[in-house]
């Protein structure tokens, strides 16, 4: 799958690489606020967090956005050919649908997303940044919406 504009993907993305625990919190904290029905799902030695603020801060939280930083990190990476990275998308989606994630939440990741990027970068979060990062999500999603489908 062709990307448009991988240039504007790694420029964009430069600036939020700089400091991804940052950016990643406010990704995740955009993310409870949209659909806070996701809290339960981290749990960690059994143990439920009693609001986003207490979860956005334990450590085992934190490891999380630093993966989910990492995944995204090596998306851009190979923005000019994620069909390398298929077989790895795909089994990602099956670890979160094994956790109980629904495949629908993952429209509410993308919007999060965005909202980190166009904080993150001002008013450099221009149409067309936006309009790439869109694809490039999508292009994600979809590759790992194979580990629900069961293949």
């Not at 149409?127 to 990062?133: H, L």
Request: aromatic content about 10%.
């Amino acid at each position: 799958m062709e990307l448009p504009e991988p240039e504007l993907i790694r420029q964009s993305w430069r600036a939020v690489s700089r400091s991804p625990l940052e950016h990643g919190t406010v990704l995740f904290a955009r993310l409870f606020d949209l659909e806070p029905d996701l809290l339960p799902l981290f749990q960690y030695n059994c143990r439920q967090f009693s609001s986003p603020k207490d979860c956005l801060s334990s450590p085992e939280f934190l490891d999380h956005i630093r993966k989910v930083m990492l995944v995204i990190d090596t998306a851009v990476t190979n923005v000019e050919d994620l069909s390398s990275l298929e077989e790895y998308l795909a089994g990602l989606g099956k670890k979160h649908r094994a956790v109980g994630v629904k495949l629908s939440s993952f429209s509410t990741v993308g919007e999060s997303l965005l909202y980190m990027l166009e904080k993150c970068l001002g008013p450099a979060f221009t149409p067309a940044v936006q309009a790439a990062w869109s694809q490039l999500y999508a292009a994600v999603v979809q590759a790992m919406s194979r580990g629900w489908d069961g293949e």
